[in-house]
């Protein structure tokens, strides 16, 4: 068998096209395994994930609830408030007008004694 150039040329061609699809296969390979890897971590992230949504979903309707206890809560405390404030106007109008009253009666006297001690002296 005789060597020549072209046939050596071919030769070459043809260990590095060999050469090549050895190495693009490998790459292949690899690239499989990676799909099949990240195929089976996004299952059990999904699988992870689902009772996690469901609970939190459960935590924001149990502070649903809570928020609409309180806000019946605050509508009372409101409603207290209103009829304490009404109670004390009632009371002031009741009480304080005859204590002014008082407070006045008692400053005249008080005056006119004062007055009195000073014309004796």
Known sequence: MEWTLGGIAGLIAALAFAYLVVRLAG??????????????SLRTTSDNVQPTLKGLTDTVSLTNDQLTRVDGITSSVSSMTTNASALTS???????????KVAAFSYGVRTAMAGLRRARR
């Open 90 to 100: 009632v009371a002031a109008a009741t009480v304080g007008s005859p204590l002014i």
């Open 27 to 40: 790459l292949l390979g690899r690239a499989g395994r990676i799909l099949d890897e990240t195929a089976v």
